[in-house]
């Protein structure tokens, strides 16, 4: 394994707060979502970002096939 250079302390650094956000907000159930866009070893954009995730109920395939549920009927 390689020993940490200058610039990997760098990144880790202009990381570190970015990460830490998220993780203090991050949803109860979802994703994190940290991208790092480097170019000649240079970090030139972040996006960062969280998603949640929910569960939904299966429709009623009785309706489904009757063609209820699309036409808004209930």
Sequence with gaps: MQSRTDASDLLISKLAPVLTGL???SPKFGQLVLIAEIHDGQLVALEAGSREKFKI???NTAET??????RGAK
């Design 65 to 70: 096939s009757r063609g209820s549920i699309a």
């Design 23 to 25: 993780c203090d907000n």
């Design 57 to 59: 109920a299966p429709a």
